[in-house]
C-alpha cells in the first residue's frame, strides 16, 4: 500500500510539472508575440499555440482563452515588481544608496516589458476583470509599500494613513514608470525623480 502512494505521489508531482512547463511554454509564447510588436487585439490563440510549441487542444486544457493567459503575464509582471528590492527595503536602517538601486531596476524592468504592459492595460480599459485584477495587483504594491513605511517611520512621525499613501505611490510609479520613459533619454531623470520621492516617504520623521 505504501509503495502504491508513494507511486501515485510521484505520477502527481510528475504530472504537476508537466502541467506547469506547458503554462509556461504558452505565457513565454504570447510575451513573445507581443514583444514582436504584435498588438494584443490581434493575437490569435492558433498564433500563440504555434510560438509557444503545442496544440490548440493542449492550449485549451490550460486556458479558456488568451485573457487569461494575458492575466497570468500581468500576475508574474506584479510578482517580478515585489522581488526587487523587496530585502532591502525591509531594513530600517536601509540607505540612500540601496533605494536608488532598487527603483533603477524597477524603471529598466517597466522599460524593457513595456510592450507587455500595453497590453494589460489595453485589456484593463475593455474588460471588467482584467481591470478589477491589475487594480488588486498594484495595490498589493501599495499595501507592501505601507508596510515597509511602518517599519522605517519613528515615533516622531505624525501622518496617520500609510495605506493611502502607499496605494499613492503604488499608482505613480506605475504611471510614471509606463508613460514618462516612453522617451529612452528620460530614465535617469525618472529614476532620480522616483528615488527622491521614495526615500523623502521612508525617511519621513514629523
Known sequence: MTSRKTELSVQARSG?????ATQGAIVAGMR????????????????IVVAAGVSRATFYLHFTDKKQV???????????R??????????????????????AEM???WMAEAHLLDAVLELAAQDPAMRTSWVDAVNEVGAMFA?????????SATFADPETLGQVLAWMFERSAHQLTRDPGQRDAVVH??????????????
Do not use: C, N
Open 16 to 20: 504537476a510539472r508537466r502541467r506547469e
Open 193 to 206: 525623480a522616483v528615488s527622491e520621492v521614495m526615500w523623502r516617504v521612508f525617511d519621513y520623521r514629523t
Open 147 to 155: 508596510k515597509l513605511m511602518r517599519a522605517h517611520w519613528d515615533a
Open 70 to 80: 494575458m492575466l497570468r503575464v500581468a500576475y508574474e509582471i506584479v510578482e517580478q
Open 107 to 109: 524603471v529598466d524592468r
Open 32 to 47: 513573445q508575440l507581443l514583444a514582436e510588436g504584435e498588438p494584443y487585439s490581434t493575437l490569435s490563440i492558433d498564433q
Open 82 to 103: 515585489f522581488a526587487i528590492g523587496a530585502e532591502a527595503l525591509a531594513d530600517p536602517q536601509v540607505g540612500r544608496e540601496a533605494v536608488d538601486a532598487m527603483v
